[in-house]
């Protein structure tokens, strides 16, 4: 979609790579921003300079007004985040000058001696908001959205937006907008104040020229704005009132980790009592103490992850066929979850199973997730039917011919799944992909059942499909690149975020997972309370302990994928003990699904699950496990995060995974890791390779799950990390 052009016969006063600056005619001067070979605009220092440069064009100069606007479909998507990481682990000083040139830059803006005007199209977020901040008028089109994305890095805004934002729109509503890191629409933006009017994208530029000449007809109007913006917004006492609640909110739950949003609104509220260049310093000094955070460090390497793994799947689609009909065997949650995924997502998808009433719960669980949305007002009740339409509930392999991928996600048994992709099979055309959902199935096993084992690979979902945005893409060993390239792009097109791993028992994130169980059923064999293992590792920022999960999982489920795992690593992972989870499985207590596990459940008043610790599962554990014994927070933290992280190790010393970003990403994306810490190979990095092999051989007595791997004590020797 082409941007704004300067118009024929526009004079250029400044043509940079990235800037080009015109004069139009009425005086009026038009900066465009367009970087080159980047689908967006960024504020990287290079764009800096040059707007350093046509700013300094316009002094001395005659001009009416300025028009600032951008030559792509959005208008700036911010600071760029790739050159965050070396900028703020290098000097602390050279961060601080970078902030006050940058803040000078736009402080010369906002003071340009005639009015200035920002025309906004799609995206103005984090610092290119603050670039249309520090204009005097902002004129958007309908499809406008704004936000600021800093504190979601660790960060905050450090182009003055906590300083200009709450004296250009109403306060409360920018304390809101900078601390919750949302992105808010058009209609916000102009209710809030942000932006003066809403205009048709085509229309702006004129739109832009009337807002200058109206600034002319009432200049007092205008330079009571420029006024405003320079000084204080409210007292000390009113502008805590504001502040409190939104702290408080701030702090609950996973929030509690990341102290952006509590530290920006503290110095915001105390800002709204100064003059702009107090506040200006405070934002300067509060940005330049997140930024060199180990939080801020970490949540802005998973930006930089997820960009990296996006290139990577991008250079495998070359290989990629066209999913234009999928299929998918098994209609249970797993089967009708990916049904569901797929025609939302556009793709329409036959759906099988051996009995009319699966079929039945999948297309009733269908319409559930619809309602939903429906009712969330996301979806008209009439792209709801057709998304459903796109569904075709089938118990036969009628018309399998035209499949182009089919996902079997029937039960986790190697031979009921063995024949029923060796079946379907028989009724898919030549070039059809074939795809296995499972969760511990080795795929070059099931891929022999197959007569063309090359056009098979795995595809696993993680529960639920329409909420969990991971998706493990397994390439068994006779797997070919290209069915591995095309159930990469359906995955992206589900909307999902695929890893490539190579099989093994539990691929990369069961792999890793049952570890962490093994550890936690160790502990308890050992005398440790699961109530506090749990609180100690929400605590360390899992969305949920280990014996939650846990319920949360199934016990049934995780005892079946536990002896698989054993299984396929014997010395690691078999027990060699009857567990807590073994003791609840053999009683028929699953967790959420039967209404007990490590928990007891029953609905809370919104009809959602809540758990109840239970002093007599309590006591059964006692009772198998008598050994009592107290152990610190640390101390569990310790052992839980060792299993873990070591058998992350062990995945990328043997070639499951083949970087360390994929292995971060897929345990934060599939298993909740805590973001903020960054995955588990970055935590090892915070820790130091050889203070972690010093941490595992501590705990040498509890077997080789803690033996730290040869790739790790290599590291450690040559002093490496995993990330540079
Ligand atoms: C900030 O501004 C701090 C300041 O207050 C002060 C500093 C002192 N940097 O998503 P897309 C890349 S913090 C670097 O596919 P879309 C993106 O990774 C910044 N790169 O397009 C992708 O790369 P690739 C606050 C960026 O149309 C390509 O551009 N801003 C940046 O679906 C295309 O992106 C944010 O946090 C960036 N800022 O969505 C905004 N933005 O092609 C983050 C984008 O190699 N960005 N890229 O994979 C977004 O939310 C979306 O990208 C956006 C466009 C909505 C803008």
């Known amino acids: 979609m082409p941007g704004f052009k300067a118009p024929q016969g526009a004079v250029t006063m400044y043509h940079g790579d990235t800037i080009?600056?015109?004069?139009?005619?009425?005086?009026?001067?038009?900066?465009?921003?367009?970087?080159?070979?980047?689908?967006?605009?960024?504020?990287?220092?290079?764009?800096?300079?040059?707007?350093?440069?046509?700013?300094?064009?316009?002094?001395?100069?005659?001009?009416?007004?300025?028009?600032?606007?951008?030559?792509?479909?959005?208008?700036?998507?911010g600071a760029?985040?790739?050159?965050?990481?070396?900028?703020?682990?290098?000097?602390?000083?050279?961060?601080?000058?970078?902030?006050?040139?940058?803040?000078?830059?736009?402080?010369?803006?906002?003071?340009?001696?005639?009015?200035?005007?920002?025309?906004?199209?799609?995206?103005?977020?984090?610092?290119?908001?603050?670039?249309?901040?520090?204009?005097?008028?902002?004129?958007?089109?309908?499809?406008a959205s704004f936000g600021f994305p800093e504190t979601g890095l660790g960060i905050c805004p450090g182009f003055g937006g906590t300083v200009r934002a709450p004296r250009v729109m109403d306060p409360e509503s920018a304390l809101l907008w900078v601390s919750s890191g949302n992105n808010y629409n058009a209609a916000a933006a102009l209710t809030s104040g942000l932006v003066e009017t809403l205009v048709d994208a085509d229309l702006l530029l004129d739109a832009a020229r009337e807002q200058i000449e109206q600034a002319w007809a009432s200049p007092e109007d205008w330079q009571a704005l420029r006024q405003r913006k320079l000084t204080v917004v409210t007292d000390a006492g009113s502008a805590l009132e504001l502040v409190l609640p939104l702290q408080q909110a701030a702090n609950r739950g996973q929030g509690r980790h990341n102290p952006a949003p509590t530290l920006v609104l503290e110095v915001m509220g105390e800002s709204l009592a100064l003059s702009r260049d107090q506040a200006?310093?405070?934002?300067?000094?509060?940005?330049?103490?997140?930024?060199?955070?180990?939080?801020?460090?970490?949540?802005?390497?998973?930006?930089?992850?997820?960009?990296?793994?996006?290139?990577?799947?991008?250079?495998?689609?070359?290989?990629?066929?066209?999913?234009?009909?999928?299929?998918?065997?098994?209609?249970?949650?797993?089967?009708?979850?990916?049904?569901?995924?797929?025609?939302?997502?556009?793709?329409?998808?036959?759906?099988?199973?051996?009995?009319?009433?699966?079929?039945?719960?999948?297309?009733?669980?269908?319409?559930?997730?619809?309602?939903?949305?429906?009712?969330?007002?996301?979806?008209?009740?009439?792209?709801?039917?057709?998304?459903?339409?796109?569904?075709?509930?089938?118990?036969?392999?009628?018309?399998?011919?035209?499949?182009?991928?089919?996902?079997?996600?029937?039960?986790?048994?190697?031979?009921?799944?063995?024949?029923?992709?060796?079946?379907?099979?028989?009724?898919?055309?030549?070039?059809?992909?074939?795809?296995?959902?499972?969760?511990?199935?080795?795929?070059?096993?099931?891929?022999?059942?197959?007569?063309?084992?090359?056009?098979?690979?795995?595809?696993h979902f993680f529960n639920p499909v329409p909420v969990m945005p991971l998706v493990e893409v397994i390439r068994g060993e006779q797997s070919s690149e290209a069915a591995i390239a095309t159930t990469v792009q359906f995955a992206q097109r589900l909307g999902k975020t695929p890893i490539v791993v190579n099989d093994c028992p539990g691929f990369l994130v069961n792999r890793i997972l049952f570890p962490y169980f093994g550890a936690f059923s160790r502990l308890l064999k050992d005398g440790a309370d699961y109530l506090q293992i749990d609180a100690a590792m929400e605590e360390f920022g899992w969305p949920m302990g280990p014996a939650y999960l846990l319920d949360v999982v199934g016990i049934d489920t995780a005892v079946h994928a536990q002896a698989v795992m054993a299984e396929g690593f014997p010395q690691r992972m078999r027990y060699g003990f009857t567990s807590a989870?073994?003791?609840?499985?053999?009683?028929?207590?699953?967790?959420?699904?039967?209404?007990?596990?490590?928990?007891?459940?029953?609905p809370g008043k919104d009809g959602r699950l809540q758990k109840q610790p239970d002093a007599a599962i309590a006591a059964r554990i006692r009772a198998l496990h008598p050994q009592q014994r107290s152990f610190g927070d640390a101390q569990i933290v310790e052992r839980m995060m060792l299993a873990m992280c070591l058998e992350t190790v062990r995945c990328l010393e043997d070639g499951i995974v083949d970087s360390a970003i994929e292995a971060d990403m897929g345990l934060i994306l599939g298993l909740g890791f805590p973001r903020f810490r960054g995955g588990a190979l970055r935590y090892i990095d915070h820790i130091g390779a050889r203070?972690?092999?010093?941490?595992?051989?501590?705990?040498?007595?509890?077997?080789?799950?803690?033996?730290?791997?040869?790739?790790?004590?290599?590291?450690?020797?040559?002093d490496q990390r995993f990330y540079a």
Request: proline content about 3%.
């Open 691 to 718: 203070a972690f092999c010093d941490m595992a051989k501590a705990h040498a007595d509890l077997g080789p799950l803690y033996t730290p791997p040869a790739l790790l004590l290599d590291m450690a020797a040559k």
């Open 280 to 459: 200006l310093a405070a934002e300067q000094a509060l940005f330049v103490r997140l930024a060199r955070s180990e939080v801020a460090l970490n949540l802005i390497g998973l930006f930089t992850n997820e960009q990296w793994l996006r290139q990577k799947n991008r250079r495998l689609l070359a290989e990629a066929g066209d999913v234009q009909q999928a299929a998918v065997l098994g209609a249970g949650i797993m089967g009708g979850g990916i049904a569901y995924q797929s025609a939302l997502k556009g793709v329409p998808v036959h759906m099988k199973d051996i009995a009319q009433g699966g079929l039945d719960a999948g297309m009733a669980e269908a319409q559930k997730q619809l309602h939903k949305l429906v009712a969330k007002g996301r979806l008209s009740e009439a792209s709801a039917e057709s998304v459903l339409a796109r569904i075709s509930p089938s118990l036969s392999f009628d018309q399998y011919e035209q499949v182009d991928l089919l996902i079997e996600a029937v039960v986790e048994n190697a031979g009921v799944k063995a024949k029923v992709l060796a079946e379907a099979e028989n009724h898919l055309g030549e070039e059809a992909i074939l795809t296995s959902n499972t969760s511990t199935i080795s795929i070059t096993e099931l891929g022999k059942a197959l007569r063309h084992p090359g056009r098979f690979c795995g595809m």
């Open 80 to 143: 760029d985040i790739g050159e965050f990481t070396p900028m703020f682990k290098g000097l602390q000083q050279a961060l601080e000058a970078w902030c006050a040139e940058s803040n000078a830059l736009f402080c010369a803006l906002e003071t340009l001696p005639f009015p200035t005007v920002s025309i906004i199209r799609g995206h103005a977020l984090g610092g290119g908001l603050e670039f249309a901040l520090a204009t005097d008028f902002r004129l958007a089109s309908p499809d």
């Open 20 to 77: 080009e600056l015109t004069r139009l005619d009425g005086g009026i001067a038009h900066l465009c921003l367009n970087q080159p070979g980047s689908p967006v605009n960024t504020l990287n220092r290079a764009v800096l300079t040059e707007l350093k440069a046509a700013l300094d064009c316009l002094q001395g100069t005659e001009l009416r007004g300025l028009i600032c606007s951008s030559g792509k479909k959005g208008f700036i998507a």
């Open 581 to 602: 989870m073994d003791m609840l499985a053999e009683a028929g207590e699953y967790g959420q699904k039967s209404g007990s596990g490590f928990y007891r459940y029953a």
